[in-house]
């Protein structure tokens, strides 16, 4: 169970960030438009990509652990930087949402999100190297990344069916400071795990 907490826990704080992924569903779900598939198309692109990088990591603890050692130090370096980041732009504030322009068609949302996905370095960052590193310090992997699938199915759901709720509160730039710094915080927090872990 602790293994699939750190999972979800690990998997919101990274996909909580709202980037160019997150603004187009967000902005389908404040349009209602393929709010479920635009959902579900995120959610099961992540679970591909963070059983790839739990897998991966697993198969590569035992012949290199090496390897490992190098992602755990590469990761809590991502982190550091991602969280000074997120308290950079929660110091300037004025930031607001700029979320892509929406499609109408179904084959045309759900190609624009194919490229947000797959296309973004972030996207295999975060899914497949970080959430990958970070579960080869648990022993139930697999609790680990059914809790981080679970996260992401969680987040993308909420964030389509939830985004006419948040629009009143994301047009101001004082939400976005909240978000920034807290992001920041569980960035840092993750990022001495996994420096405390070795």
């Known amino acids: 169970m602790n293994a699939y907490i750190a999972g979800l826990a690990t998997s919101l704080s990274l996909i909580v960030v709202i980037g160019a992924q997150n603004a187009f569903v967000l902005k389908q779900g ?16 992540d679970a591909v990509l963070i059983a790839a990088g739990v897998l991966g990591a697993g198969a590569l603890a035992a012949r290199a652990p090496w390897f ?49 996905t797959w296309l973004n370095p972030h996207v295999w960052l975060d899914t497949v190297v970080l959430l990958g590193s970070i579960s080869a310090g648990w022993e139930d992997r697999r609790g680990f990344a059914i809790g981080a699938v679970s996260g992401s199915i969680l987040f993308f759901f909420a964030l389509g069916y939830g985004a006419r709720l948040l ?32």
């Open 30 to 45: 404040l349009l209602r438009q393929h709010v479920f598939a635009a959902c579900a198309f995120c959610a099961l692109s």
């Open 68 to 116: 490992l050692e190098a992602m755990r130090w590469g990761g809590a370096a991502f982190l550091l930087v991602y969280g000074a980041r997120a308290f950079r732009a929660a110091w300037r504030g004025g930031e607001a949402l700029r979320a892509g322009q929406g499609a109408a068609g179904l084959g045309a949302t759900l190609t624009v999100l194919a490229a947000l």
């Open 167 to 198: 629009a009143p509160l994301f047009a101001r730039p004082r939400a976005w400071q909240v978000l920034d710094a807290l992001v920041g915080l569980v960035m840092w927090a993750i990022a001495l795990g996994l420096i405390l872990k070795g």
